[in-house]
């Protein structure tokens, strides 16, 4: 119903930025609230960042908040993820997220998320 495409990953140095896009399909994409998780080697993956896109309300994890930035764009179906400040911490596989609920608050389960595009990698140096 809904497919997701991330890209926009790659190797920078700690305090270099990064802007990660996820394009998204189907016809129903406007009803899905949309999220960022990630991955490093050994770890869960978490929640970074969520946006509802009915509400326009957004969500962040505490590590990134004041460095990444959520935001949409509705007539290209895309959703970003601006990074600024990078530490080497930052480095993970980015997956972008797809997700229906009630109410207009953002959900950090990953549980919650139905649809998941492929994943891109970040890698932060020191």
């Known amino acids: 119903q809904v497919q997701l495409s991330e890209s926009g990953g790659g190797l920078v140095q700690a305090g270099d930025s990064l802007r990660l896009s996820c394009a998204a399909s189907?016809?129903?994409?406007?009803?899905?609230?949309m999220g960022w998780f990630r991955q490093a080697p050994g770890k869960e993956r978490e929640f970074v960042a969520g946006?509802?896109?009915?509400?326009?309300?957004?969500s962040y994890a505490d590590s990134v908040l004041g460095r990444f930035t959520i935001s949409r764009d509705n007539a290209k179906n895309t959703v970003y993820l601006q990074m600024n400040s990078l530490k080497p911490e930052d480095t993970a596989i980015y997956y972008c997220?797809?997700?229906?609920?009630?109410?207009?608050?953002?959900?950090?389960?990953?549980?919650?998320?139905?649809?998941w595009g492929q994943g891109t990698q970040v890698s932060v140096s020191s």
């Open positions: 997220a797809a997700g229906r609920w009630l109410g207009t608050g953002v959900v950090r389960a990953a549980r919650e998320y139905d649809y």
């Open positions: 946006i509802n896109w009915s509400g326009g309300s957004t």
């Open positions: 189907g016809r129903a994409f406007s009803s899905y609230a």
